[in-house]
Nanobody, 126 residues
Framework: QVQLVESGGGSVQAGGSLRLSCAAS???????????MGWFRQAPGKEREHVAT???????TYADSVRGRFTLSQDNAENTLYLQMNSLKPEDTAIYYC?????????????????WGQGTQVTVSS
């Protein structure tokens, strides 16, 4: 059973940075694997929304709200996906979830993804 474990959340002031990590177990991601992996977030009272996703060999796709501030990267050797978040804003406050679908296509809809992590809280204060 594939498991995704997020880490790196926390509390920062506006303008600060955090780096989230998502480690995949029981799943090996390489340049030969066909999948889409990425990050979604959910703020209180709001629906889960797309943040950034990418296929194994494709370029990342970012939500307009984070483009230019967040960077998605992967380390296949460590089977880990990262989300570097800079210039954080209070509106970035949410629970951030890692998601995976073993298919070489990314959707901005959370319903597309099969595997999910437990989430990590990010809180940005003004």
């Amino acid at each position: 059973q594939v498991q995704l474990v997020e880490s790196g959340g926390g509390s920062v002031q506006a303008g600060g940075s955090l780096r989230l990590s998502c480690a995949a177990s029981a799943y090996t991601r390489s340049r030969h694997s066909l999948d889409c992996m990425g990050w979604f977030r959910q703020a209180p009272g709001k629906e889960r929304e797309h943040v950034a996703t990418k296929t194994t060999t494709g370029s990342p796709t970012y939500a307009d709200s984070v483009r230019g501030r967040f960077t998605l990267s992967q380390d296949n050797a460590e089977n880990t996906l990262y989300l570097q978040m800079n210039s954080l804003k209070p509106e970035d406050t949410a629970i951030y979830y890692c998601a995976l679908r073993p298919q070489s296509y990314c959707s901005s809809s959370s319903s597309w993804y099969i595997y999910w992590g437990q989430g990590t809280q990010v809180t940005v204060s003004s």
